[in-house]
């Protein structure tokens, strides 16, 4: 067997006829090969291909002064070969990237630190309203398009792209040619580890931004219009109320007139009778304050202020509503029971808009108990606590319920079985108990009529005892 010469992976072989372990290769026998050389092409320890040579005329052409020579050339065969394939992924990623620029589909901009902008596509500059020779010839710097107050954001950008090489997308606004203003959603990254440079991606927020002003614009009609029917649902139930807040208004003006005259009565006799004139006086006083607080609880009940959140005593704010409805439930036939749970925890609410729902619920079950022909006329408001540090009020009646439709369908705004209601009522008391961060549902009741409950999150321990403190000390 002729010898073979090994180099790494490679071998240098003579051929013949009988001498060699290769003779009876086809391949070999149809070319007649009689010298073969095969070694490896080798940059930094990985193969990138192989040297194949042979000779069909002569055994052992390939010396090794020939062979010395070839891999010479073998070597800068590997480093052209690498260059090519480097050359090549580089223009790929070339090609991708300039795909994306001129996609247009988002700004893009090459920038250095000084301030220039090197490079962008149209897309960037239609956003910031430029043409490209205002590019070229260097009047575009990014530092000069950015407002005074975001320049301190685009610095901490700076820091952020030096210790990471790149910095997370942020909202700023540039100045267009025309000195307006566009909001602008923007992420960079750098080329190299000075961060000297970069490039940065530019989304245009305009629409975004008028689509979220839109939105805030609908939102602050849809309040303006939601607490004008508030205001004309408090307005059309205190209307309701009217005779009865004037018989509950009469009753200490008329106490204190008839005190007024015993009093001038006491001062008229001789000698005058102090003793009585005070304690007459005295009751003026309180007949008068009387008359003050129902017209201080309906002006307030009535009048259009911003929600103020402070603790409330559930139970104190039942009983001064049940006090203000007493004339419309004497008028309706109807009998009015309190079951309140004693030593229930504060709450924090808006009191006024509290007790708006609790009117809103009393009023709409007297009325509805207006149409009941037989059976007692019973409203029952309870208050307990309930689960998840909540308290719970209920008002349950003894009327018709809430018919065919359900008790959900009543809560729909609009909706109404009065021929002269809003149909915003319990819709309303909804909302309210909701931005309360609480619930209001209803259903039905046995044996018959209809409860209507909500639920509100009490004020945390240490609150409630810094609000009882409160209260104490006035």
């Not at 950008?157 to 025309?178: H, I």
């Not at 959603?185 to 975004?208: C, H, K, M, Q």
């Not at 006491?266 to 008068?288: C, F, G, M, S």
């Not at 208050?383 to 008790?407: I, K, M």
Request: aromatic share 6%.
């Amino acid at each position: 067997m002729a010898p073979i010469r090994r180099s790494r992976n490679g071998f240098i072989t003579p051929v013949s006829d009988t001498g060699s372990s290769f003779a009876a290769d086809p391949y070999i026998r149809q070319q007649r090969a009689r010298s073969i050389l095969c070694f490896p092409l080798m940059n930094q320890a990985k193969v990138t291909g192989a040297l194949y040579l042979e000779n069909s005329l002569t055994a052992h052409v390939f010396s090794p002064a020939r062979i010395a020579v070839l891999k010479v050339v073998a070597s800068q065969a590997v480093i052209s070969l690498e260059n090519a394939r480097l050359y090549r992924n580089l223009a790929e990623r070339e090609a991708k990237i300039r795909r994306l620029v001129d996609a247009n589909i988002i700004g893009i901009i090459v920038w250095n630190v000084g301030g220039e902008i090197l490079e962008a596509n149209d897309a960037f500059l239609r956003i910031v309203g430029y043409e490209r020779e205002d590019l070229v010839s260097g009047r575009v710097h990014w530092r000069d398009l950015t407002p005074q107050e975001w320049r301190e954001r685009d610095q901490r950008a700076l820091v952020e792209l030096g210790a990471t090489g790149r910095a997370q997308p942020f909202e700023k606004e540039y100045f267009r040619k025309d000195g307006s203003r566009v909001p602008v959603l923007i992420g960079v990254a750098s080329f190299e580890a000075s961060a000297n440079g970069g490039v940065a991606f530019v989304l245009d927020l305009t629409e975004r931004k008028h689509a979220e002003e839109k939105a805030r614009e609908s939102e602050r009609r849809y309040r303006e219009v939601e607490t004008e029917l508030a205001h004309a649902n408090r307005v059309a139930t205190m209307g309701q109320l009217m005779a009865s807040i004037a018989h509950e208004v009469n009753q200490p003006i008329a106490a204190t007139v008839t005190n007024a005259q015993a009093a001038l009565r006491w001062l008229h006799t001789q000698p005058p009778n102090v003793d009585e004139v005070r304690q007459t006086l005295t009751y003026i006083v309180k007949d008068a304050g009387r008359a003050g607080e129902v017209l201080g609880r309906i002006r307030s009940l009535v009048r259009k202020a911003p929600p103020r959140k402070e603790p409330v005593d559930i139970n104190e704010a039942v009983r001064e509503m049940i006090e203000l409805t007493r004339g419309e439930a004497a008028k309706s036939g109807a009998f009015v029971q309190t079951r309140q749970s004693e030593g229930l925890p504060m709450i924090e609410a808006d009191r006024v808009e509290l007790q708006r729902v609790l009117l809103n619920l009393i009023m709409n079950v007297l009325e509805a108990m207006n149409g009941v022909s037989d059976g007692a006329r019973q409203l029952v408001v309870s208050t307990e606590a309930a689960e998840s540090n909540r308290v719970l009020v209920s008002v349950r009646d003894s009327g018709p319920g809430f018919g065919p439709d359900g008790a959900d369908e009543a809560f729909a705004p609009f909706y109404t079985t009065k021929a002269t209601g809003l149909g915003m009522g319990l819709a309303i008391c909804r909302s309210i108990i909701e931005g309360h961060r609480g619930r209001l549902w209803a259903s039905s009741n046995v044996p018959r009529g209809a409860i209507v409950q909500f639920t509100v999150p009490a004020l945390q321990r240490l609150c409630q005892m810094e609000a009882r403190r409160l209260c104490a000390q006035i």
